[in-house]
């Protein structure tokens, strides 16, 4: 009977010591590292419909496509992760017009190979120039995070063409 006095008793003082120091528990995990991109990573992008132009159209409403190549000229293998981005001024790269959707991906890309994927995105902009930048995120066997720049160039906002025959409801 004396032990569940004594459980009564240590209980709330138990109880008060997790929750004084819990917060500190989980602000404690570290933010992963997320190195530059190695040099012997060499990531390209290309807009797929007019990919001889130097100066590259995103039609608002439409599906737009940026071919990206991940070229792994080292002996590490890598696994990308994600591709996300941003319409930014082009006279201000810090100033954000805005976010783009982010991809997920699990794509693996071997020790001396190249992989291609596409990344899609949509916009609804009034017409005009801006830089986009696109940022591949990759790991390493190790789980180390790295950040390479997969696009970054301007791009001019067009509203798509009309024909006369579309019908305006």
């Given amino acids: 009977m004396e ?43 290309e807009f797929t419909d007019n990919p001889f132009s130097r100066r590259y159209s995103v039609v608002n409403g439409q599906k737009n496509t940026v071919k990206l190549i991940f070229d792994n000229k080292g002996t590490l293998n890598y696994t990308i992760n994600a591709v996300a981005g941003a319409l930014v001024n082009k006279d201000n790269p810090n100033e954000i017009y805005r976010n783009l959707t982010a991809a997920k991906y699990s794509l693996k890309a071997p020790s001396m190979d190249h992989v291609e994927l ?52």
Avoid: W
């Avoid at 009034?126 to 696009?151: A, M, N, T, W």
């Fill in 118 to 169: 596409p990344y899609y995105f949509y916009a609804e902009f009034p017409p005009q120039e801006l830089d986009i930048i696109l940022f591949v995120f990759f790991s390493d066997d190790e789980k180390r995070q790295f950040r390479g720049v997969g696009y970054n160039g301007t791009v001019t906002i067009v509203d798509p063409e009309h024909s006369l025959f579309d019908l305006q409801l």
């Fill in 3 to 45: 032990i569940f006095k004594t459980i009564k008793n240590i209980l709330p003082i138990f109880l008060l010591v997790v929750l004084v120091f819990a917060p500190f528990l989980v602000l404690s995990k570290e933010e992963p590292t997320i190195y530059a991109q190695p040099e012997n990573v060499e990531i390209t992008g």
